[in-house]
């Protein structure tokens, strides 16, 4: 089956240092990889996307690329900044040969991320 | 960019009412609408798949008697908590998907459900 494995959290930064946050995934077909960021009491809002290998998907300073080759999408940004703390959620949706797309998102178990003045 | 509205945000309740969600794609048509639960500090768990016209498919382990989705235009999917009691109390997000392949999900804001 479909999964996606984050590192754990939670990560704790001061302001303008550089962010990584792993995320690997294993899956059936073709995955379209998404990140998602959770502000306190909130929804998921979408922070970035990339569809097929090699896209590099990329918003508001942060940036992951989909690599095939090691099933990997890390999440970066080279300057974080106090209103970046949150909680980020890495997930894939699975996609057959032939591009149709299940829909259905299989996320990580989530990072927090605090960033300190 | 796209929007999904969810109502109401925060629901205080006694044990043994029945509470009503609405989630809404306000400018876009979402055949596919996805109801997730969520508990603190943990990630998000999909209770149901709802498509427009049709039955919802749950997953496993969800009760379907117990959540009741309906999903009858293309623009709202409403989560019924029927009789619900204090373990029911869970953060409860919806999200709604553009038509087409691989477009992304959009979420609602998400509705915190307390039951007395």
């Known amino acids: 089956g479909n999964s996606v494995t984050q590192m754990e959290g939670p990560v704790t930064l001061s302001e303008e240092a550089f962010l990584t946050i792993n995320c690997t995934y294993t899956?059936?077909?073709?995955?379209?990889l998404f990140w998602y960021v959770q502000y306190p009491g909130e929804g998921l809002q979408l922070l970035l996307k990339?569809?097929?290998?090699?896209d590099k998907g990329s918003n508001k300073g942060f940036e992951a690329t989909y690599r095939k080759e090691t099933t990997s999408f890390h999440l970066e940004k080279g300057s974080v900044q106090v209103s970046d703390s949150a909680v980020y959620f890495c997930?894939?949706?699975?996609?057959?040969?032939?591009?149709?797309?299940?829909?259905?998102?299989?996320f990580g178990q989530g990072t927090i991320l605090t960033v300190h003045p | 960019g796209a929007v999904v509205s969810q109502h109401p945000s925060r629901v205080i309740c006694k044990s043994g009412t029945s509470v009503k969600i609405e989630c809404r794609s306000l400018d876009f048509q979402a055949t596919t609408m996805f109801w997730y639960r969520q508990f603190p500090k943990q990630s998000l768990m999909l209770m149901a798949t709802s498509n427009e016209g049709s039955k919802a498919t749950y997953e496993q382990g969800v009760e379907k008697d117990k959540f009741l989705i309906n999903h009858a235009s293309l623009t709202l999917s409403t989560l019924t908590v029927t009789s619900a009691h204090p373990e029911d109390s869970s953060f409860y997000i919806c999200?709604?998907?553009?038509?087409?392949?691989?477009?992304?999900?959009?979420f609602g804001d998400g509705t915190r459900l307390s039951i007395l």
């Open positions: 990339a569809t097929k290998a090699d």
């Open positions: 999200s709604a998907r553009d038509r087409g392949n691989n477009q992304p999900q959009h």
């Open positions: 997930a894939l949706s699975a996609t057959l040969a032939g591009g149709t797309s299940y829909g259905k998102l299989t």
């Open positions: 899956a059936t077909g073709y995955p379209s």
